[in-house]
Structure formats: C-alpha cells, structure tokens
C-alpha cells in the first residue's frame, strides 16, 4: 500500500537555481514503468506486510498464523500489484500537466506546484483502489487464515459470496469492495504527504549537484523518506482499514462501517490498538518506497528513449 516523477518545475523563489519545465512522462511509459515497479515491492516485501496485517488483526498475531504460513496471499498481492501501480502512475503522470495548467490558467496557487502533486496523487489513488481493495481483500483474508481461505479461489469464492449491506455494490462484487471508503480515506492523506516530500527532495537534491534530475537510486531515497514519514502518520487509518475488510471482530461479531470499527476499538481494546503494526508498517513502506520509486525510475528511464 504499498506510491514517482521528477519534477523540475519549481517554486517561484527557487527559478534562479532550478529549471522550469514540467517533466513530462507518456501514458504507456508510466503504465508500463508503474506496473513493473509495483510487482517488484509487493511481493519482495511480501512478509512483512504478513507480519502487519496479522498485528492488526482482531484474533491477534499469534491466532491469525504468527510467523507460520508468512507467503500466504502471495498470489492475490501478485495478480493486483501490476495493474494497481500502473493504473496510479499513469493517472498520476497524465493528471500533473493537466492540474498544474490549470492552476496557471485560473490562478489557482499558481507559484505552488506542491498543489498539483497532491491532487494528482490523489485522482490517481482513488482510480488505483479500484484494483487495490479488491486485492487487498483477499490477501487480508489469506494472510490472517480466515475461514474458506485455504486457496485463491477459495478466498475468492468466500468473499464474492458475501451480500453484507457495508460493501460498495455487495450484490454484484460480495465483499470484494469491503472497506472501499476507508481505504481511499486512507490512501488519500498518505498520498498528499508522500508525494510533496518526495518531489520535493528530488528537486531540491537535483539543484544541489547542478543537474536537472536524480538519479532513480537518489529518487528511491527521496521516496523512502516521504513513505515513511507518511506511513507513521496514517497507521490509524490503515488499522480502521485492515478490520473493516476483514469484516468481524475476534467474537465473530460484523462490523459496520468504519465508524463502528473504530468506537469498538477504543470501548474494547484502547487507543493504543489504533497504533497496531507502526513498526512493521513504517519498515515495509519505507523499504518498499526505496524499491519502488527506484524501479519506477529505473524502468522510466529504460522506456522513454523507445518513445512509446
């Protein structure tokens, strides 16, 4: 859950040292280069997203599996990786020039080009949770062995079973969509965190050594630090998360919405529960943000000399 370009636009103070164009990156390019990227963290990773879900589960680390089973879910993680970040980076490059325009058309925080990031990162992540959540789903339900998830297509069978009244078009998708809301409730901040500090630290890094962009390791260090910094701030949402997609708490009792979720877990368990696998989180999300933005710019770079 894991966010990507390097922006040589700058703040309107900052014209004299830095160049200012926007850079500009093909749909099929950011498609191909996200889809790439996104496969290589997600299940490089793999475990220690295990690891976090099962500390957040409601039956507790060592009654969702512990360490046993730590590859289980491998495969929905893998089938929903590629088409999630490329379906991201490709909205998120395609949207930059079209916002960033517009700011400068209608004079809207037009000398902030931060602005277009976030809210690029944002249509991009609300079109990317429409392959994320349904992967996300299954391989929550997999990686805490919940009940009829003892295969792919069992776990899928279970949860397109499913017609509970929380899940966006239950009687189409089952539980496929659970948690839909909350995870763009989550991904969103995250998002407009993550991406400021991350184009940001490109740009500036770029000026220090007189060059017009990073390297994709020095990219990949600049998407470490805003992950980081993002994942630790939005861990309560992504604990509100991994219980309404699992669907019931320890006593088998459903939740409702995220609301329920999160009175429950104040009223039962305290607000400490919220806090549930930070460390882990932040580990997975900075590590994963190193790899990822790394191999998004590495593939970038590989694909935009074949103009596609």
Known sequence: ?????????????????????????????????????????????????????????????????????????????????APGAALFFSVYETSKPLVRSAQERYGIAADRPEVSHMVSASIGEAAACLVRVPTEVVKAAMQTNAKGSQTLASTVKTVLAEKSGDAFVSSVFGGLYRGYGITLMREIPFALIQFPIYERLKVEWAAYQGNEEVSPYQAADCGSAGGAIAAAATTPLDVLKTRLMLGKDKKGVPYKNAMDVGRRILAEEGAATLLSGIQPRVMWISIGGFVFFGAYEGFRSVLMPLQL
């Open 1 to 81: 859950m894991a966010s990507d370009s390097d922006e040589v636009i700058l703040y309107a103070d900052d014209e004299a040292l830095h160049p200012a164009s926007e850079r500009h990156t093909p749909f099929l390019t950011a498609l191909l280069a996200g889809g790439c990227a996104g496969t290589s963290v997600d299940v490089a990773l793999f475990p220690i997203d295990t690891v976090k879900t099962r500390l957040q589960s409601p039956q507790g680390f060592l009654a969702s599996g512990g360490l046993r089973g730590i590859y289980r879910g491998i495969g929905a993680a893998a089938a929903g990786s």
